[in-house]
């Protein structure tokens, strides 16, 4: 009896794993090593092309989430399959949330002077991350499946609906954070900036599609292996 | 100061620690993600069932 089946992309992706590590270290090079510092912040810029990747992939993610979660609500057959990818995707936007905030306080430190202001993105950053932490807390504190499946997608959504606030706190609220530099007209970062910035933002998605495909391949199976044993339990 | 540095610490901290912070913590999630998977797929084997698929 098999009660796991092997997600055939993940072996599709997993072969894009390698050439998106070299693409991924040759973006790094570029922004370490190749393009010059910035006039204002000297050197210490050089963590955009960490940092932007990682926040985006956490955007990606967490509205990936919750995409997920709806087309579940919506397609009762297709229920238990999402509830894995959404877990997933919450998983990896967790986890780049987390990342997005580190490097974050890391740039702010030489840029700001502090390693945390109570600015806006910042804030909203940090909320979204919580969100996510309250996911899996609600997941593990649900004995009930269906419940705990429905609970979660729920979070999920709501996980999703901050998503546009962090982006356009900067916008809407006076903020230390920058504006976003690349989506308007007569922007002041080079071509040379916003090229790197897209080959890492390009191999970091492409890895975290990897590490996605990982992580619901690992939710699935230790669901299987639940049920299993609750069905072991039952007889 | 000289401009590339940041109190006594140089850029070089910062920039380093930031992009260790996202190798370290993505090459962990990913072992640990294998380790689960064996570990799971493991003991399903253990409970009878097939893994031909797993």
Same mark, same amino acid.
């Given at each position: 009896? %098999? ?7 993940? %072996? !599709?992706?997993?072969?894009? !794993? ?49 995409v ?21 995707a ?11 905030l580190?490097t974050?306080?890391i740039?702010g ?11 806006? *993105? ?5 909320v ?5 932490c ?9 004995p ?9 997608q ?11 606030v ?8 006076? %903020? ?12 002041s ?6 090229t790197i ?13 990897? !590490?996605? $495909?990982?992580? *619901? ?5 230790e ?8 069905? $072991?339990?039952?007889? | 100061?000289?401009?590339? #540095? ?8 910062y ?9 370290? +913590? ?5 072992? +640990? ?12 084997? #253990? ?8």
């Amino acid at each position: 009896m %098999s009660l796991v089946h092997r997600d055939k992309s993940f %072996s !599709l992706w997993s072969k894009l !794993l390698l050439p998106a590590v070299i693409v991924q270290l040759i973006g790094w090079y570029l922004g370490l090593f190749w393009i010059g510092a910035d006039k204002d912040q000297g050197d210490v810029f050089r963590i955009m092309f960490v940092h932007v990747p990682v926040a985006w992939c956490a955007f990606l993610w967490i509205l990936c989430a919750a995409v997920f979660a709806i087309l579940g609500f919506m397609k009762k057959s297709l229920f238990e399959k999402m509830d894995h990818s959404a877990h997933a995707a919450i998983d990896l936007g967790t986890v780049f949330a987390a990342l997005a905030l580190a490097t974050g306080s890391i740039w702010g430190r030489p840029t700001w002077g502090v390693w945390w202001d109570w600015d806006p *993105r910042l804030t909203t950053t940090l909320v979204m991350f919580l969100i996510c932490c309250a996911y899996h807390v609600l997941r593990s504190f649900t004995p009930d499946v269906q419940a705990r499946r429905n609970a979660g997608q729920i979070v999920a959504i709501l996980a999703a609906v901050n998503v546009p606030v962090v982006y356009f706190s900067v916008n809407i609220w006076r %903020s230390l954070h920058q504006p976003q530099t690349f989506v308007r007209k007569g922007s002041s970062a080079s071509s040379d900036i916003a090229t790197i910035l897209l080959v890492n933002t390009v191999a970091m998605v492409i890895l975290s599609v990897v !590490l996605f $495909k990982l992580r *619901r391949t690992v939710v699935a199976t230790e669901e299987a292996l639940d049920a299993a044993r609750e069905g $072991k339990q039952q007889i | 100061m000289n401009s590339s #540095e940041f109190g006594n610490v140089s850029w070089v901290y910062y920039v380093v620690g930031a992009y260790a912070v996202v190798v370290l +913590s993505l090459a962990a999630m990913t072992l +640990s993600s294998l380790r689960r998977f064996r570990i799971a797929r493991r003991a399903l084997k #253990e409970e009878g069932f097939s893994d031909d698929k797993v």
